[in-house]
């Protein structure tokens, strides 16, 4: 079945780069996105990325996609305290009727100033 | 704001009773999606609607059930409730189906005593 990891935890310094990994187990048509969520919040779409790219970038986003490993990374650059918040890998099917999301257990960035 | 509403913000309930969730997706979105987040089990898929039409199931107890209104605002609603359907429960909406992107709304969340 379908699957998504990422790691629980990451902890970094206000002004450095983040970077949070995800591994999918799908193959070949899939979408992969990024989302955020805030204490107490709803679930706010990053960005996106379609299998058949390497990377996307948007202003401080960096994604990377490493489809022989099924790996997905997000990169912020110059890390702020109010992007404190639980990230999460999701992937979805292309060309199919149904379109839901699997989403992995979310990674809890903590950013220190 | 992603133009995603979901009402109540917060319901409180005990055990055995039923409850309705509201959702009303982005205007012009014709897919709405239910998830469920709790802390043991994650982001879940529960159930999809495309245009009124149930399109596709996933981890959504018998207990549960959904529709989707002719004006396409959509209700979930949970009846003989146990403690272990506390959660938050998200509505998401895309424009059609498959592989569009879904904006969420705030989610509602739901406490059983």
């Known amino acids: 079945g379908e699957d998504v990891e990422q790691s629980l935890f990451l902890s970094v310094r206000e002004g450095d780069s983040s970077v949070i990994n995800c591994t999918y187990t799908?193959?070949?048509?899939?979408?992969l996105y990024w989302y955020k969520q805030e204490p107490g919040a709803g679930l706010q779409l990053l960005t996106y990325?379609?299998?058949?790219?390497d990377m996307k970038q948007d202003q401080r986003l960096t994604v990377l996609l490493n489809k022989k490993d099924k790996h997905l990374s997000l990169r912020i650059a110059d890390t702020q305290t109010g992007d404190s918040a639980i990230y999460f890998c999701?992937?979805?099917?292309?060309?199919?009727?149904?379109?839901?999301?699997?989403f992995g257990k979310g990674t809890k960035l903590s950013v220190k100033p | 704001d992603s133009g995603v509403t979901q009402t109540p913000k917060h319901l409180i309930t005990a055990t055995g009773q039923r409850v309705t969730l509201r959702c009303s997706p982005r205007s012009g979105d014709l897919s709405v999606y239910w998830y469920q987040q709790s802390l043991d089990q994650g982001l879940q898929f529960l159930i999809q609607?495309?245009?009124?039409?149930?399109?596709a199931k996933g981890n959504i107890l018998e207990r549960f059930s959904a529709q989707q209104f002719p004006d396409l605002h959509s209700e979930l609603n949970l009846s003989s409730l146990e403690l272990g359907d506390s959660a938050l429960y998200f509505c998401a909406s895309s424009v059609r189906s498959g592989t569009d992107t879904q904006y969420f709304g705030p989610g509602t969340r739901l406490t059983v005593l």
């Open positions: 609607y495309y245009n009124g039409e149930e399109r």
């Open positions: 999701a992937e979805t099917y292309y060309g199919g009727s149904q379109g839901n999301l699997i």
């Open positions: 990325i379609f299998s058949n790219m």
């Open positions: 799908d193959s070949s048509s899939t979408y």
